[in-house]
């Protein structure tokens, strides 16, 4: 029953993820600092914030080991709502790119043992957590190009939400064990740090969408549950059923996942049409025109500005 409730939940915080990810998207080539005066920005928190709500409690009845990979569904649905707002139908990439990532999420679900409880980080395990985090983060941040610049935010947010749903799982764990008294000082260090990892993953997955969103959100994605599974397997001792075989089919699903995701089209948001606004255009369109001297002394000088007006030297 508890693991049922935790897809649920999972679920419903994937759809409001989707809905901030494409809000954030349409204001994906406006400055950091005018966001604010944006009404779509902050609506693109409360989505934000009704997703993490779900996913936190998602957290409370399910491992990490599988909360996290439903976050997958977050890019499923990013594609379905992107499509309903271009009145389009979805392409055969696309099809096939969400039948692997529903399917390796099936199967994932298949291999997790239905009395599977969440688990909580030590104290002792706390600073190693945040200092491998910060390790991840700021390595993934020395990428250098537009393009990988991108892809290093998307991965760092990718790892900054895995750590922060890691301390937000920890955190409801220890509110409800009838501790929380004899561990305050850990409670806080570990609200602190999901405090400041979960707005660092907002600022850098609105960073991410600004050159290349649809690799971006798929590289977030992908990052998230990777990072969640190491932390879950190494930190929290979490494991999956069937033993050997269990595991294979694990990774076969990550493999199946990460497959959907490279197949999917590079930037959803498009679909069909051309990326560039400029490829839809005649070529003669994007011809620098030099400057034309409108009283031409002679007639040579006349056939040099026609030629320079027809796109030649």
């Given at each position: 029953m508890t693991i049922t409730l935790a897809v649920v939940l999972c679920i419903v915080s994937s759809v409001a993820y989707a809905a901030a990810a494409l809000l954030q998207r349409d204001l994906?080539?406006?400055p950091l600092a005018a966001l604010t005066a944006h009404p779509v920005w902050w609506l693109a928190l409360v989505f934000n914030g009704v997703g993490a709500a779900l996913h936190v409690a998602a957290l409370r009845f399910g491992p990490l080991l599988l909360v996290q990979p439903f976050g997958l569904l977050t890019l499923v649905l990013a594609l379905v709502f992107t499509a309903s707002r271009?009145?389009?139908r979805l392409q055969s990439a696309e099809w096939q790119g969400l039948a692997l990532i529903c399917a390796s999420l099936?199967?994932?679900?298949?291999?997790?043992?239905?009395?599977?409880?969440?688990?909580?980080v030590s104290p002792h395990d706390l600073p190693i957590l945040l200092g491998a985090l910060t390790l991840v983060i700021a390595a993934a941040r020395l990428t250098r190009g537009r393009a990988m610049a991108s892809i290093g935010a998307a991965v760092a947010a990718g790892v900054s939400f895995a750590g922060a749903s890691t301390l937000a799982q920890t955190i409801t764990i220890e509110l409800s064990s009838g501790e929380a008294a004899t561990r305050a000082l850990f409670l806080a260090t570990a609200a602190l740090g999901?405090?400041?990892?979960?707005?660092?993953g907002l600022l850098l997955t609105q960073l991410s969408y600004r050159d290349t969103f649809g690799p971006a959100v798929a590289t977030s994605t992908l990052a998230n549950p990777v990072a969640a599974a190491l932390i879950g397997i190494i930190l929290l001792g979490e494991t999956v059923r069937w033993?050997?075989?269990?595991?294979?089919?694990?990774?076969?699903c990550?493999?199946?996942?990460?497959r959907g995701v490279a197949i999917l089209p590079a930037d959803p948001a498009v679909g069909g049409g051309p990326r560039d606004p400029l490829s839809a255009r005649p070529a003669i369109a994007r011809i620098r025109v030099r400057r034309l001297d409108v009283r031409p002394r002679n007639s040579k000088s006349m056939s040099r500005t026609r030629c320079t007006a027809a796109g030649r030297p």
């Open positions: 994906s080539t406006r271009q009145h389009r099936t199967g994932l679900l298949t291999v997790t043992d239905s009395t599977a409880t969440a688990s909580a999901m405090a400041a990892l979960a707005g660092a033993g050997f075989f269990g595991t294979a089919i694990a990774v076969v990550a493999a199946l996942a990460a």
